[in-house]
């Protein structure tokens, strides 16, 4: 009789050791977040649901076009918003249009004219971010830039809507 109590206590904590494993890896590399606004459209709508990478923040594995998903300390909730441009950089806004590193972006993705005069240098640990939806963001062109300890996601994948699910 203890033999079959011991099998099932085992079993039990197989599971929950299963279970917690992963737990653990959805948390660092498919943790889910719903976008709020209008912002990122119409790469992600209001109401999306996508599935980002903690560890991505972590090791630093986003590059300028990289969707992140950050927390602006001016702001009540976390934003969702298209890197840039990185460290040591530099960012020309002018005219509606963006350079980065004097090369002028070529942004299909962008919905609306890129209000703004902006001259600077990405600093150290910082990244430079802004919205698809130009008229509709608030983004690196009101708050500044971005540093990457405030970083805790890259988008990798819109699942929800179910047919609209994308790879980033």
């Known amino acids: 009789m203890g033999g079959k109590k011991n ?6 904590g197989q ?12 948390f660092f ?10 912002s990122m459209s119409p790469s992600v709508q209001d109401g999306d649901r996508v599935a980002i ?3 991505a923040a972590y090791a630093g594995l986003y590059d ?20 840039i441009a990185v460290e040591g950089d ?7 249009e963006v350079y980065v590193n004097g090369e002028l972006l070529d942004e ?3 919905v609306g004219e890129t209000e703004g005069e902006v001259y600077l240098v990405v600093p150290e640990d910082s990244v430079f971010v802004m919205g698809d939806n130009r008229e509709h963001s608030t983004d690196s062109r009101i708050f500044g830039t ?3 300890s405030e970083i805790y996601g890259r988008v990798i994948l819109r699942f929800y809507p179910f047919n609209e699910i994308t790879i980033f």
């Not at 099998?7 to 039990?12: N, S």
């Not at 599971?15 to 959805?26: K, P």
């Open 146 to 148: 971005v540093s990457e």
């Open 7 to 12: 099998k099932a206590i085992w079993e039990w």
């Open 90 to 96: 530099t960012v020309y806004i002018t005219n509606g």
């Open 53 to 55: 990478c903690r560890f």
């Open 108 to 110: 299909d993705y962008v």
């Open 29 to 38: 590399f498919l943790w889910p977040a719903k976008v709020e606004g209008i």
């Open 15 to 26: 599971s929950i050791l299963e279970a917690g494993v992963i737990l653990l890896i959805m």
């Open 64 to 83: 300028r076009g990289d969707l992140v998903v950050f927390d602006e300390q001016d702001y009540d909730e976390n934003m969702i918003k298209r890197v």
